[in-house]
């Protein structure tokens, strides 16, 4: 894959304050990321842009996700921690 985000990015950006979210998004990383395309992968850095509150609400599904571009990769990243 020759995407334009580079993995290792992608992998410190999981590292968040909140070991719940750590943990949640790095399993997400390491065994979706071959999955993804580059749209998805994409979409997945932007979330990574948002504040841990809101992406603790959003992946224990107490927070309202308005942005409808984010909420297909939080859907995923949901399926996934259910699995």
């Known amino acids: 894959m ?4 580079n993995l ?3 992998y410190l950006s999981c590292r968040r ?5 750590d ?8 065994h979706e990321y071959n999955n993804m395309d580059e749209a998805l992968l994409k979409k997945f ?3 990574l842009n948002e504040s841990d509150k809101d992406l ?5 599904k107490k927070g309202k996700l308005e942005n409808l571009n984010l ?3 939080v ?5 996934f921690s259910e699995e």
Do not use: A, R, V
Not at 2 to 5: A, C, L, V
Not at 56 to 60: E, G, Q, S
Not at 75 to 79: F, L, M, P, S, V
């Open 2 to 5: 020759n995407y334009d985000i």
């Open 17 to 21: 304050g909140m070991l719940e979210l």
């Open 71 to 73: 909420s297909i990769i």
């Open 8 to 10: 290792s990015k992608i």
């Open 75 to 79: 859907d995923k990243i949901n399926k």
């Open 56 to 60: 603790h609400n959003w992946l224990i």
């Open 23 to 30: 943990i949640l998004l790095i399993n997400f990383l390491k």
């Open 45 to 47: 850095n932007l979330l």
